[in-house]
Nanobody, 126 residues
């Protein structure tokens, strides 16, 4: 079972940038087999799609809420996926989860992803 570990969360001011990282914790995770993505969950809210990247890194998709402010990328040689977030807003405050699915490219539905990390907290102060 692939294990994902997120890092990079924290408390920032509105307008700031933050880089989240997600790494495969296993020595042999076959990272390039997995479409990777990010979801977020604010207190009392459902999990919302943020971004997804295809297993070869050629295709990306973003939610309308973050499009233009967020970029997802991956380094398969390092078993890592990155979420670069710019111009952060208080409404971006949430726990951010890294997700994976053994497919070329997945979609915006939480049920489409079989592997979830524990999450990293992002708090944006106004």
């Amino acid at each position: 079972q692939v294990q994902l570990v997120e890092s990079g969360g924290g408390l920032v001011q509105a307008g700031s940038s933050l880089t989240l990282s997600c790494a495969c914790a296993d020595s042999d995770c076959a990272f390039d087999r997995w479409a990777m993505g990010w979801f977020r969950q604010a207190p009392g809210q459902v999990r919302d799609f943020v971004a997804v990247i295809s297993r070869n890194g050629a295709s990306t998709e973003y939610s309308d809420a973050v499009k233009g402010r967020v970029a997802i990328s991956r380094e398969n040689a390092k078993n890592t996926v990155i979420l670069q977030m710019n111009d952060l807003k208080p409404e971006d405050t949430a726990v951010y989860h890294c997700v994976a699915q053994a497919t070329a490219l997945s979609d915006y539905l939480p049920r489409s992803y079989s592997i979830w990390g524990q999450g990293t907290h992002v708090t944006v102060a106004s």
